[in-house]
Nanobody, 122 residues
Framework: QVQLVESGGGLVQVGGSLRLSCAAS????????VAWFRQAPGKEREFVAA????????YNADSVKGRFTVSRDNAKSTMYLQMNSLKPEDTAVYYC???????????????WGQGTQVTVSS
């Protein structure tokens, strides 16, 4: 079991930046792939980024490439999502997730945080 807690969400203006954190507790965080997803009202949960256990592989959704950066610090059992050049369409609840394989689909991840709201105002 892995417990995940997101933080760092909030209200930001277009073009601004936010850094989300996801703190993990429980079984060895460093052995899991970790990922970020987001869900806007009325829409399906959407893949944002994922990073392998040793940061050797990183996948980003096309919609965030060049703007968002995923990273992890296994010594701190924490992952991050640095979000720059934010757009109104980035507004969503952002979730971190952990699982055994690096995938872009939510069902591949058995462990989830509660989510943190990001709102980008124009």
């Amino acid at each position: 079991q892995v417990q995940l807690v997101e933080s760092g969400g909030g209200l930001v203006q277009v073009g601004g930046s936010l850094r989300l954190s996801c703190a993990a507790s429980g079984r060895a965080f460093s052995s899991y792939v970790v990922a970020w997803f987001r869900q806007a009202p009325g829409k399906e949960r959407e893949f944002v980024a994922a990073i392998s256990w040793n940061s050797g592989r990183i996948y980003n959704a096309d919609s965030v490439k060049g703007r968002f950066t995923v990273s992890r610090d296994n010594a701190k059992s924490t992952m991050y999502l640095q979000m720059n050049s934010l757009k109104p369409e980035d507004t969503a609840v952002y979730y971190c997730a952990a699982g055994p394989h690096i995938e872009r689909i939510p069902v591949a991840y058995p462990y989830w945080g509660q989510g943190t709201q990001v709102t980008v105002s124009s």
